[in-house]
């Protein structure tokens, strides 16, 4: 079997190193936003040219303090694609604000420019105040673009990059660009923490300040609390993981272009679409996604029999999710979300995969395709 991900395979060649660092957090026993919690902060914003990065306990409440700390209310709307992960509207509705879903371009997978402005014709309705674009897959949403409505409609920009932290947006980092950036460290994205983890990132001091309060219980001084904040805040363990780790990502987020490179030569000229990079934006393939009209489910079948466990992210648009009812959202509303859904499909990408896997993976879908 070709699993989605390898972790072990990217374990092991750093595995003395991973011992050491979890070994000496057991030796200082201060577990929780320790020393090597404020040392991994201070190399993220090396690594992403960022003035402030908030270690926290995962990507989801990375969103949902992001919005808080931004000014976002309770009863707001904030606008986010129907076509992403749960979690991005999850923590728009877990701080009591009401998710706006827009549809997807079908090259990119991101928000399209033309379904924000639709969406916020409902701004006469509610008050809309924080746009969420999600860099899908590992490539960014048309930033200058949404910075410009955002600017116009006086929106806040959180960007979920919780799949594509390491990406670049014409030269900057995805995460960096708007009011705030979420990064997820879950173990099976292209940085994974032994665990849950999670961070924002952000240039401006005062939101920085208000993360820093908001995810220690609102603590300002121990036991004075300024702000109803929360438990959400990073372990030492986790962060001693990642700054390990760090160190090797861009080279395996390297390997994964490489790989994606290789499947777009073999695969050219077959059926199946290609991940479309915008020029934009780097691609650090999260994903290789790929899409067959009119549907993908019987060739993920077929890879499936092959042993390659290729997968659909994700089979239900959230507008079509039963937690999302109350929001009256009907089937027909979102098209190119419904048809990602069905069509698209992801196969291994991940950097330790072999030349002869690669081969593998091609072999089995032109088979398919024949
Ligand atoms: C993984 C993911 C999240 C949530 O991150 P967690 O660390 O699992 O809470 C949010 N948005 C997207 C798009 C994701 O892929």
């Not at 609102?218 to 780790?245: E, F, P, T, W």
């Not at 790989?259 to 479309?276: D, H």
């Not at 859904?341 to 088979?367: C, H, N, Q, R, W």
Request: glycine content about 8%.
């Amino acid at each position: 079997m070709i699993p989605v991900l390898d972790l072990k395979k990217q374990i092991a060649p750093i595995r003395e190193e991973l011992d050491a660092a979890i070994k000496k957090v057991i030796d200082n026993a201060n577990f929780i936003l320790g020393k090597e919690v404020r040392d991994f902060e201070n190399e993220i914003t090396k690594y992403a040219g960022v003035k402030y990065a908030i270690g926290v306990c995962n990507g989801t409440d990375a969103i949902k303090l992001a919005l808080l700390a931004s000014g976002i209310k309770s009863g707001d709307g904030v606008i986010c694609p129907a076509f992403t992960y749960y979690a991005t509207a999850g923590a728009i509705a877990s701080m009591g604000a009401r998710p706006i879903f827009a549809d997807i371009g079908l090259d990119t997978y991101n928000i399209s420019i033309e379904a924000i402005e639709k969406a916020l014709e409902h701004k006469k309705k509610m008050n809309i105040s924080a746009i969420i674009p999600v860099h899908l897959y590992g490539a960014c949403a048309d930033m200058d673009n949404i910075l410009k409505i955002a600017k116009k409609h006086k929106l806040k920009v959180i960007e979920d990059t919780a799949q594509a932290f390491g990406a670049e947006y014409k030269g900057r980092k995805a995460g960096t660009i708007g009011d705030c950036g979420a990064v997820s460290f879950f173990p099976g994205k292209n940085l994974g923490a032994f665990g849950d983890a999670g961070m924002v990132l952000t240039n401006n001091r005062i939101i920085d300040e208000k993360l820093r309060i908001l995810r220690n219980q609102g603590n300002k001084d121990k036991y004075y609390h300024l702000l109803l904040g929360y438990n959400n805040r990073m372990d030492s363990i986790q962060a001693a993981v990642l700054n390990v780790k760090l160190k090797y990502m861009d080279n395996w987020n390297r390997k994964r272009h490489e790989n994606a490179q290789y499947f777009n030569r073999q695969l050219k000229g077959l059926k199946v679409k290609a991940p479309f990079v915008p020029i934009y934006s780097t691609h650090i393939y999260h994903q290789y996604v790929l899409r067959l009209e009119p549907s993908s489910s019987s060739l993920i079948e077929h890879l499936k029999s092959r042993g390659i466990d290729a997968r659909v992210y994700y089979p239900l648009p959230l507008h079509l999710q039963k937690c999302f009812k109350y929001l009256r959202y009907k089937k027909g509303e979102f098209p190119n979300s419904e048809k990602a859904s069905k069509e698209t499909f992801s196969i291994p990408v991940y950097p330790d995969l072999t030349a002869k896997e690669l081969d593998y993976i091609v072999g089995a879908i032109k088979e398919f395709l024949r």
